[in-house]
Each structure stands twice: as C-alpha cells, then as structure tokens.
C-alpha cells in the first residue's frame, strides 16, 4: 500500500543537516506529503506536512519538487536526539484519508 | 497533562484470554485510531472513530472490537488471544479538516501473548 520509497538507512553527523529523501512518483493533485518520525519505543510524531510549497517549521524544511514527484526533509543541525526512523507518507485530504506507513528510513545521527 | 494516554503500557498474558487497552485523549480531537506495530515494526492502521462513528475497518480479525464510549475515548478489545497478536498497540487521535493528517499518538501498549 505504501506509495512512498525512501532509503532504508542514513547517517549524518551531530550538528550538521540531514537531508532525508522520498519519492512518491505517484502522488495524485490531492494528496499531502507528510512527515513522521519514531524515536525508539515511543509512539510515532508529527513533524511536518505540505502539498505545493515549501514549509518550514521549528523541527525541520521540507522541500517538494516542482512535478511533486519527491520530497526531501531537511533537520538544519542534527542533534543525537534526532536519532530515529523517519516516515514520509502520502495522504489524501479527505477526513477519512488514511496514514499508510512504510519502512521509512533510519537516521543515525553520530557525534 | 499527557495529550493521548493509554493504558495499560504493558501486558503480558496468555493464549486464549480476553484483554482490553484503554485510550484517553484530552486534544478534543474528533478521530481517533488505533494502530498496530509488529516485530518487524510496519505500522499499520487498524481502526479509525470520528465523533464515536466507526469511519475505517482495515482487514482486522473480528476478535478485535474498537469501543468509544465517547469522543475522547476509544477502547480496543481482543479476545481469544493469539500469539500472533504480540504487538505494540498505538492510540492517535487527530482533529478534524485540514490538519487531520496530522496525527498525536500515545506512547504506546506492548502486548505479550504467551
């Protein structure tokens, strides 16, 4: 079901940017680009969303490419805390559009 | 104040038996949902509430019943356990419109079916 593909793993080092990947070749007029991440044994949190435009906010950018076939998430300065795996998913904009998770990637921020 | 909390965070039991995991949110969220995260840690959605209405049924056993009592309230109940259902349960709630992609999840429930 999932209509995103991203690496399954990164590493990037504390205090630099990480810049994760996602292509979602598929993505129809309607459907958002939203970001996930899950820090070991805790629940999944929101990080950011968009459909056109770029958005920015205090956890991360995010930067969608002008055909909307691939995204990418910006962390400006990696903190060892960043360390996690993160979701992009592609969700419609009706109320009962679902969150379909894939394998997401890991990102393992080192000192 | 927790946002989403499920109780309880920990459940160990045997094959056969009947359990329940309890979620509060106090968002005043309109959805609420409940997924699954197996061993191999896909997330999956299991069900979603809007307002107490049962709005998505993924392809989920009929041993899993969703109760919400109420909108901020939203129970799962398994019965006849089977080892296969050995997961982490996560309640999320979301509000409704535009930013209902944007999901609050709670912390979690490992369930242990020996």
């Known amino acids: 079901d999932a209509k995103t593909t991203q690496p399954p793993s990164m590493d990037c080092a504390e205090g630099r940017a990480a810049n994760l990947p996602c292509n979602h070749s598929?993505?129809?007029?309607?459907?958002?680009v939203y970001w996930y991440r899950q820090i070991h044994s805790q629940g999944p949190q929101y990080i950011i969303h968009g459909l056109k435009n770029n958005e920015t906010n205090e956890m991360a950018s995010l930067i969608i490419t002008e055909d909307r076939k691939s995204s990418t998430l910006i962390l400006p300065h990696a903190t060892l805390r960043d360390t996690a795996v993160y979701y992009c998913i592609v969700r419609d904009s009706s109320n009962t559009g679902k969150l379909i998770f894939g394998q997401g990637t890991t990102l393992q921020v080192k000192p | 104040d927790t946002a989403v909390s499920q109780t309880p965070k920990y459940l160990v039991t045997q094959m056969g038996n009947d359990k329940s995991i309890k979620c509060e949110q106090n968002?005043?969220?309109?959805?609420m949902y409940w997924y699954k995260q197996d061993s191999k840690k896909f997330l999956k959605i299991m069900f979603s509430y809007n307002n107490k209405e049962l709005i998505i049924n993924e392809t989920v056993p009929n041993r899993f019943s969703p109760k919400s009592p109420d909108k901020a309230h939203l129970n799962l109940h398994i019965n006849s356990l089977e080892l296969g259902d050995s997961a982490v349960y996560f309640c999320a709630s979301s509000p409704r419109g535009k930013g209902s992609g944007e999901l609050f999840f709670g912390e979690g429930s490992r369930l242990t079916v020996l």
């Open positions: 968002l005043g969220h309109d959805t």
């Open positions: 598929t993505i129809s007029g309607n459907e958002y």
